[in-house]
């Protein structure tokens, strides 16, 4: 019997490599990925994943070629797998409505947002940041694959606790935050957010930290707008026939 072999596209990583340790696979920038199959499409109809929230993961996961851990991966690089995924499997056309209009994206005119100074400069993936207001100083970290499910299964456990109660931006801050004016103690850091983090001081923050984070532009033109707008992921973007 003749030997299969599926092609293969090499995807470039916006962090290019520069917040993983120099050993991890990762470092080099970019990964391999495989065209998508009939048993990737098993895993977008698996309804025990999409019913645990995992049927992307594990589909990216099996389309992946390079060994490493993909719980390592930053939140900005894993959202450029995303896209390539989507290409590799249904093409570079994204159509959806957006303001009751038929729209239609060209996925793989997508780039990298421009490699910030802060990034390019770090030994690891640590930053800091003075709160403009209150004027602490703080240390903080971009959010791996890792963190984002430690993140998700502390708001399950706090909504059994409240079902009221969604302290997302919080919950996402004790993730991220290493230290506050040199304090690394874990209990310390929760007790600042929750108690001391001043509004203004937690946007400034955020806003920091989305500049400073590796990612893709994932905005579009609307037709007849000159203004950028997020572009929809819906259930259309890994099921077009939906």
Avoid: C
């Avoid at 290493?178 to 209990?187: A, M, Q």
């Amino acid at each position: 019997m003749s030997e299969f072999k599926l092609p293969t596209e090499i995807v470039d990583l916006p962090s290019q490599g520069k917040l993983y340790a120099s050993d991890s696979p990762l470092a080099e920038g970019k990964i391999e990925m495989k065209y998508m199959t009939a048993k990737e499409e098993d895993i977008l109809t698996n309804q025990a994943y999409i019913r645990d929230g995992i049927v992307l993961d594990k589909l990216l996961q099996s389309l992946i070629v390079t060994k490493f851990n993909y719980s390592d991966l930053l939140i900005g690089d894993k959202n450029a797998i995303m896209v390539a995924a989507r290409i590799l499997g249904y093409g570079k056309d994204y159509k959806f409505n957006y303001a009751s209009e038929e729209q239609v994206v060209d996925l793989s005119q997508i780039e990298p947002l421009p490699l910030t100074d802060e990034v390019k400069k770090a030994e690891s993936n640590e930053f800091s940041f003075t709160l403009p207001s209150s004027e602490n100083k703080i240390n903080f970290k971009l959010l791996t694959h890792k963190d984002e499910k430690k993140i998700e299964q502390e708001l399950k456990g706090l909504s059994k606790i409240n079902k009221k109660s969604s302290p997302i931006v919080t919950t996402r801050l004790k993730h991220q935050i290493l230290s506050v004016n040199g304090e690394d103690e874990l209990p310390k850091v929760r007790e600042f957010v929750d108690n001391f983090l001043l509004a203004q001081d937690s946007r400034a923050l955020r806003e920091e930290i989305k500049r400073i984070g590796p990612d893709v532009d994932l905005t579009f033109f609307p037709e007849g707008s000159d203004r950028r707008v997020d572009i929809p992921i819906g259930l259309s973007f890994f099921w077009p026939d939906i």
